[in-house]
């Protein structure tokens, strides 16, 4: 049963940057603790008690602890989004940046957030099933608008740019299994694999 407190009052104070802190620490706690446990088993007594702060506190900042989840997952999105622009952005060119990427996602699996998904979709309102999918929608857009840049100079054939995004996200979720990552001596031997598998299969002759 999902954990919700009263509605807050209009007089509720503007946060400082100390609230700001502490809502920080316990968004970056929920993340960690809902990757390892799952969302279900997670509480927000948990949570407050890993990050040394009590349960109005937490109340203070977020409306329930699915709400809380909204924001752990957002944040994560987000993240992931920050990373791949400057990835692909500092690149010499868009295969080394892929690669870059990919190495650095397989090392970091994003499954888990799939995972976390399946578990809380069915306890969470659709505003915040949608504000995170919307935060996953941005890393695929970042990734079209490289790919589209590769069909303008001619480098990959014509092809809707969020279709290739979603695929060549979907190919490095081979990192999450931990078989498919045992069968290559690392990360980055994998991560060109994968890469090279793809810009095979798009680009012009």
């Known amino acids: 049963m999902s954990e919700q407190a009263p509605k807050r009052s209009r007089g509720r104070p503007k946060q400082t940057n100390n609230d700001i802190s502490i809502q920080q620490t316990i968004v970056y706690t929920a993340s960690t603790l809902f990757k390892e446990f799952g969302y279900e088993m997670v509480t927000l007594q948990q949570i407050g008690k890993k990050c040394g702060v009590s349960k109005p506190t937490i109340y203070y900042h977020f409306a329930g602890k ?10 994560m999105l987000q993240n992931v989004r920050k990373i791949t622009a400057h990835m692909l952005d500092e690149a010499e060119h868009l295969q080394e940046g892929l690669i870059r990427l990919a190495e650095t996602r397989l090392a970091n699996p994003h499954g888990e957030i799939e995972t976390m ?11 915040q099933i949608q504000a995170i999918r919307e935060a996953e929608h941005q890393i695929h857009e970042v990734l079209a608008s490289h790919f589209k840049q590769a069909m303008d100079q001619q480098l990959f054939r014509e092809e809707d740019p969020l279709f290739l995004a979603e695929a060549f996200s979907t190919l490095m979720l081979m990192g999450n299994r931990e078989y498919d990552c045992q069968k290559y001596e690392s990360h980055r031997v994998l991560a060109e694999k994968i890469v090279r598998v793809f810009i095979e299969g798009v680009r012009i002759g």
Request: without cysteine; negative net charge.
């Open 117 to 127: 998904m399946r578990e809380a979709e069915p306890l969470l309102e659709e505003e």
């Open 66 to 75: 699915s709400d809380l989840f909204r924001a752990a997952m957002t944040t």
